[in-house]
Structures are given as structure tokens and as C-alpha cells.
């Protein structure tokens, strides 16, 4: 098919076929955003659960709008087993009918943490941290059909140490947890049980999951700001996956998106 050799596609689809059919694992060297292809193809008509990875992404997108520095292929990285881009950038795309959508990014940065270390932390709604430096960031995007929707999880890792030019806080990168992990490898961890997660939480919703972002909650009793101005003390998330800020005025749950929330004192994460 083409693939590459360090990517371990022929695994990822036989892990994940007998539960998803029609599902296939697509490598590309190159595209604008995995996110916005597998959303062109959706609106297209093409509905079938795919795994697209880029090597490099030109106009790669995160959440509210902001772009996804993807770097590029190191090329000496491909000696390694798996070896290959400096991040790991993809998108799943698959039909999905929950009863309740709520939680589902929640659930998503769960399913990716656990797959990758123990010590990663979650801050709401789904940066995964280190250390209180991001590590990976998750945009969900989602196009209507007649009575379901088609869901698009992009998610990007740095694997090697990305440009820190410009950001008040470094990011983190996986090979500091793992040392010598490589993209294909980090891909090979997280690409089933994240399958497994969203058809999970497609079935149950995000009740089953609110105890495991709980525990890997980066923000718990600290003091937050939102992008409203209100401030407050962040206390977990509730059965629906809304954040509990404790404020003057009382608690508040927070459940759109939307709403930016900055930790007052990172440097204690
Ligand atoms: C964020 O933290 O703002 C979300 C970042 C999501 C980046 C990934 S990389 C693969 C997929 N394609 C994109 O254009 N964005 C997501």
C-alpha cells in the first residue's frame, strides 16, 4: 500500500478491524491538516472510519483557531526503529451516534494519556501535560449526515523537542518520558485503545470515565481564570465532563469548550 516502513500500519489495522470493518490505516508525507481532509472527504460523501497520519502537516489546526506547528521529518530519526517525524500528527475518523456527545474530548485526551504514561496529566478539556508544559493538543470536529454525525479526533504529539520561540511556557515532548520513542511507535500505543475508547463512550457515555480524568486532573485545587475574567478554584469535572469551578458567587460548571482556562500558578503543577 505504500506505507512507509516506520509506520506500523498493517498492526494498527489488524488490532482494530474485527471491531471497526471497512476501517483502513492511510500514511501521507504530506497534507495541509489531517483534520481538515478528513472533513473535506466527509462532506464528499466518503464516510468510512479511517486512521490518516501525516508526516507533515503545512497548515496543521488547533483548537479556537490557533495553527499546529507540525515539524519537520528528521530525517536521521529513520534509523531508528519506527523512526521518522519530530510529531505525531493524525486524525480518526469514524460515524458516531452517542445519545450524549458530552464528554467525548474528555474521554478522548483519557484514552491518549493512558496509553502513553502514567504521569501525564490532563488539563481541561484535553491538553495533555507534562510537568505543566503541554505535550499534546486534540481538536474534535464533527460533520452532520442525515441522522448521525461523522467525528474527525485530530490529535498532535511532539516526539522531539519542538521550537519554543515566542511561548511563555516550553512544551514538553514524549521522549522525555519515553526516551528514544518514535512517532510510529507512539502511534502504535495510542491508535486501538483510542478506538476502543470512543466506541465505549459511544455506548456509555462519559459517566464510566469521569473518576480516570479525575485522577490525572492537572488543574485540581488550583486557582483558575477563564476567558470570561471570572476566577476560581478548579474542582474536577462532573458526569458530564463539565469543569466545577469553585467562585465567589458559588460553583460554576463550565462546559463549553469555548472557554479558555488558565492555571494562576503553573510553575506548582
Ligand atoms: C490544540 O491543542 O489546539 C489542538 C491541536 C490538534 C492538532 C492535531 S495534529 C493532527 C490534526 N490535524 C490538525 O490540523 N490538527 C490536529
Redesign the pocket.
Known amino acids: 500500500m505504500g506505507t512507509p516502513l516506520h509506520w506500523p500500519a498493517e498492526a494498527i489495522w489488524e488490532a482494530v478491524v474485527a471491531d471497526l470493518p471497512d476501517f483502513s490505516v492511510e500514511v501521507l508525507a504530506q497534507i495541509d ?4 481532509e478528513l472533513m473535506r472527504r466527509a462532506r464528499a460523501g466518503r464516510l468510512e472510519p479511517v486512521l490518516l497520519v ?1 508526516e507533515q ?1 503545512t ?6 483557531g ?1 495553527q ?1 506547528f ?1 515539524g519537520p521529518v528528521d530525517s536521521a530519526a529513520h534509523a531508528a526503529p519506527y523512526g521518522g517525524p519530530t510529531s505525531l ?3 480518526l475518523g469514524l460515524p458516531l451516534a452517542p445519545q450524549d456527545w458530552s464528554g467525548l474530548s474528555l474521554a478522548v485526551g483519557i484514552s491518549v494519556a493512558q496509553s502513553l504514561h502514567p504521569d501525564l496529566r490532563l488539563k481541561w478539556p484535553n ?1 495533555l501535560w507534562w510537568q505543566a508544559r503541554k505535550l499534546a ?3 474534535i470536529e464533527t460533520a452532520s449526515l442525515n441522522t448521525s454525525r461523522y467525528l474527525v479526533v ?3 504529539i511532539n516526539i522531539t523537542p519542538p521550537p519554543a520561540a515566542g511561548l511563555a511556557t516550553p512544551p514538553a515532548w514524549l521522549q522525555e518520558l519515553l526516551p528514544g520513542i518514535a512517532a510510529g511507535q507512539a502511534l502504535q500505543r495510542v491508535a486501538a485503545p483510542l478506538i476502543r475508547a470512543i466506541k465505549a463512550f459511544e455506548q456509555d457515555g462519559f459517566l464510566p470515565f469521569q473518576t480516570r480524568f479525575n485522577e490525572r486532573d492537572a488543574l485540581s485545587g488550583l486557582g483558575v481564570t477563564l476567558s470570561d475574567g471570572t476566577s476560581g478554584i478548579a474542582r474536577g469535572v462532573d458526569s458530564d465532563g463539565a469543569l466545577r469551578v469553585q467562585t465567589a458567587q458559588g460553583l460554576q460548571l463550565i462546559s463549553s469548550s469555548e472557554v479558555s482556562v488558565r492555571p494562576l500558578t503553573p510553575q506548582l503543577l
Not at 33 to 36: D, E, K, P
Open positions: 491538516s489531517t483534520n481538515s501525516a502537516q497548515a496543521g489546526r488547533g483548537r479556537m490557533r499546529w507540525s500528527t493524525f486524525s491538553d493538543g486534540i481538536l485530530g490529535i498532535g
